[in-house]
């Protein structure tokens, strides 16, 4: 196993470097929804996009004549859910953004394989300048509570999230500077600066657009009604999702679509223990396990009841400094603790088999299959003694330093780092929360007030546009863990964003790796693959680079397999 993940992964690092352009065009009316699938779609202006190293199967097609359950059961591993709202801070996880893809559809769908883009809520839409925009609206959707799919929804939907602070919604439609209705169905939205990356806000699975009558007649639940292909049917919050198929979706092939759903209920549980998620697979308790242990692949490898699924990640995995919080100020102690991390060994303690260390002589911090990643930037390997040194020339003075992490893997990697670092003269305590309060109370250091901890170990969301970035270095971005406000930084980005030329947009995107590897912001452990175990008869899911857009819409389970 650890070969064949070996062989996996210079695969998936080969071919991240391999980059293609796309054409530019202005408008589209091809109707393609099926992932992995684009069909006609319009991309940005000519872009880096890399050809991604995507170690999963394509979905295959539900059989013609056959037998399906009509209940599908997965069980997801650390990503608690504990809120479906989209626009609540607390979905910010990748469990609660695939439960989003099934309630919600978007006006434009992304496609991994080429960086563009294929229809969804729009059936058209253009730009002549990158800053206002317009989208031609699919006629005929209706929502969950069978309200009619027009351009109020989309209003009101922009509105909402704008309002709505510390949710990935309000990133994706923040740029929007105004928005109106030309008509019924068509919308144009005037952006606040020029962004050629605006189209991939409008794909993201926190861009689903919801109904403000369902919203008033339900506080509480409302939010859940969507245009999507499941409904809402039961949610009870860190425990289990459960959702209905929708008849009336407007893609699924009774209704002249192009989806088969065959299921007709999907529950997501969670289910904390490793190795109750592999009992409860072996059992038919569930049909899909997400996330087990390399010691529980074994078992599934040799038997022809299962099939394992790989699924690779863009995020790295690994430890943002908040520079804010003295005397993490010090960049000497940063270097200190860069320098007196074993990264194999948390990797191995915290991901075993499915955790592949940084490399020693590759610096950056980057998404594995984002765009623009700079290979150039030295390493910056395990070294205790250059640790020690640079310990002597920082201003530490013996103070407890507070690792916050989430999820049993970060938990157990952080100890490791603990340990690693009592071994150089450094105390440190781990702060072992959740994701949704690492995500809630622990983001955007220096803009909240909230957070304590001087350290947070963490995935940065690195998707599979360079678009992602805003949030991660901006001075207000939603995971701007590190309080990084660089001036350079902060006017490349507003470049970088107006500019079309693929060339100086990759200069761009290496200079801000460059001052953020100069700076010691933040350090990469890990980059993670997940192993996805399938009972016999299984499939329809599509696991892609970015586990936040994991779907699974189409998934079955053929009975006669």
Not at 114 to 141: C, H, I, M, N, P
Not at 310 to 331: E, R
Not at 521 to 536: E, L, S
Request: charged share 15%.
């Amino acid at each position: 196993m650890k070969k064949a993940i070996a062989v996996v992964l210079s695969l998936v690092m080969c071919l991240a470097l391999i980059t293609a352009c796309n054409d530019t065009t202005t408008n589209t009316d091809g109707n393609t929804n099926s992932p992995g699938s684009p069909g006609t779609s319009q991309s940005a202006p000519p872009t880096v996009v890399p050809t991604i190293g995507n170690t999963t199967e394509s979905p295959v097609p539900p059989p013609v004549e056959a037998r399906f359950a009509e209940h599908v059961i997965i069980s997801t591993d650390n990503n608690v859910i504990t809120s479906i709202d989209v626009m609540s801070p607390a979905s910010n996880v990748p469990g609660s953004n695939q439960v989003l893809t099934m309630l919600h559809d978007r006006l434009l769908n992304y496609d991994f394989s080429t960086g563009g883009y294929y229809l969804g809520l729009a059936v058209e839409w253009g730009t002549s300048d990158f800053q206002t925009f317009t989208f031609k609206l699919r006629e005929g959707v209706k929502f969950h509570n069978g309200e009619p799919f027009t351009a109020a929804d989309v209003l009101f939907t922009c509105e909402l999230a704008k309002n709505s602070p510390g949710s990935m919604a309000s990133s994706q439609w923040g740029p929007v500077e105004s928005i109106r209705a030309i008509d019924p169905m068509t919308v144009e939205m005037v952006l606040n600066a020029v962004n050629v990356d605006f189209p991939y806000n409008m794909a993201m699975p926190m861009a689903g657009i919801v109904n403000e009558k369902a919203i008033a007649a339900d506080p509480e639940n409302g939010s859940t009604v969507g245009t999507g292909a499941y409904k809402y049917y039961e949610f009870v919050s860190g425990d289990h999702v459960t959702l209905e198929r929708n008849d009336d979706w407007w893609n699924r092939v009774e209704n002249g679509g192009e989806r088969d759903i065959p299921t007709k209920f999907i529950t997501i549980r969670y289910i904390a223990e490793i190795a109750a998620r592999a009992i409860a697979i072996q059992n038919g308790e569930t049909h899909l396990a997400l996330g087990l242990g390399a010691e529980d692949m074994v078992i599934f490898q040799s038997n022809p009841g299962f099939r394992i699924v790989l699924q690779t990640s863009a995020d790295p995995q690994g430890l943002s400094f908040n520079t804010a919080h003295p005397p993490l100020d010090d960049i000497n102690l940063r270097n200190a603790i860069i320098h007196g991390i074993n990264k194999e060994e948390a990797t191995i303690v915290g991901w075993g088999d499915w955790g592949i260390p940084q490399p020693e002589d590759e610096g950056t911090t980057w998404g594995l299959s984002t765009p623009f990643r700079n290979t150039s930037l030295p390493g910056l390997p395990y070294d205790p003694e250059l640790a020690k040194q640079y310990l002597a020339q920082s201003s530490y003075n013996g103070e407890v330093l507070e690792i916050a992490a989430a999820q049993s893997t970060a938990i157990l990697a952080a100890e490791v780092i603990q340990r690693n670092m009592a071994d150089i003269g450094i105390n440190i305590s781990v702060n072992a929360t959740d994701l949704p309060t690492l995500n809630a109370m622990y983001n955007t250091w220096g803009t909240t007030g909230i957070n304590t901890s001087h350290m947070i170990l963490i995935g940065w969301q690195f998707s599979a546009n360079p678009v992602c970035i805003r949030n991660i270095f901006s001075p207000l971005g939603l995971n701007n863990r590190s309080a990084f406000n660089n001036e350079e930084v902060n006017e490349i980005l507003a470049q970088a964003y107006v500019t079309t030329d693929a060339a100086a947009r990759e200069a761009m995107f290496h200079r801000i790796q460059e001052i953020a590897y100069e700076n010691r912001i933040m350090t990469n452990i890990m980059f993670r693959i997940a192993g996805q175990v399938c009972a016999k008869g299984v499939d329809g899911m599509y696991f892609p680079p970015d586990t936040a857009w994991s779907d699974f819409r189409g998934i079955y389970l053929d009975l006669d397999a």
